[in-house]
C-alpha cells in the first residue's frame, strides 16, 4: 500500500512539474498606421456646434497594401448627411490625418462616387482623453466636409467599458 501512495504522488508530483512550462511573450502586431488606427466613440456636430450625434463610432484602419501614408475613415452611412467613407493621407508620426476622396458612404454602387469630401484636419492625443468611467483614452478631433455642409466629430478611443457609451 505504501509504494502504491508513491506512486501517486510521484505521478502527481510529475503532472505538476509538467504542466509548469513557460512560453515567452507573444510579439504583438500592429498596423503601420498605428496608433492612428482604431475605433473611436465620437459626438458629431454641425458647423453652428449644434449636435446631429450624441454617440457613433468612427474607424481609421489600414489600407489592403499596407501604405503607412494613408488609411480608411468611416464614419456614419449614407442614411445621414454627414455620412462619410474613403481612403485619406496620414502621418502617422505626428498623429494626423487629412485629404480629400471620394465619399463612398453615397455611393450607389459601393465602389464609385462622384460626391468627394474632404477631412480638413484630423487629429489623434494619446492619452488625451478622460472617459465617463474616469479612465484615459486616445482622444480624437476630425473636421470634415462633406456636399451637405462643415461638420466636427471629438471623441476617444473606444474602450470597451459599459459605462463609457
Not at 456646434?49 to 468612427?58: D, E, F, M, P, Q
Request: charged share 15%; hydrophobic share 35%.
Amino acid at each position: 500500500m505504501k509504494q502504491i501512495k508513491c506512486l501517486v504522488i510521484l505521478l502527481f508530483a510529475m503532472t505538476v512539474f509538467a504542466s509548469c512550462d513557460t512560453y515567452g511573450d507573444y510579439e504583438q502586431d500592429f498596423s503601420p498606421v498605428y496608433p492612428l488606427s482604431g475605433q473611436y466613440y465620437v459626438t458629431v456636430y454641425d458647423a453652428n456646434n449644434a449636435i446631429l450625434s450624441a454617440g457613433t463610432y468612427l474607424y481609421l484602419y489600414n489600407t489592403t497594401d499596407n501604405a503607412t501614408d494613408k488609411l480608411w475613415i468611416k464614419l456614419g452611412s449614407s442614411s445621414v448627411q454627414w455620412g462619410i467613407l474613403g481612403k485619406i493621407g496620414c502621418d502617422v508620426k505626428a498623429l494626423q490625418f487629412s485629404g480629400k476622396a471620394p465619399n463612398l458612404a453615397v455611393s450607389t454602387n459601393g465602389s464609385t462616387s462622384s460626391v468627394d469630401f474632404t477631412v480638413t484636419s484630423g487629429n489623434v492625443t494619446l492619452d488625451g482623453a478622460t472617459t465617463p468611467t474616469n479612465g484615459k483614452s486616445d482622444a480624437i478631433t476630425v473636421t470634415f466636409t462633406t456636399a451637405n455642409g462643415t461638420y466636427k466629430a471629438t471623441g476617444f478611443r473606444h474602450t470597451g467599458w459599459d459605462g463609457d457609451e
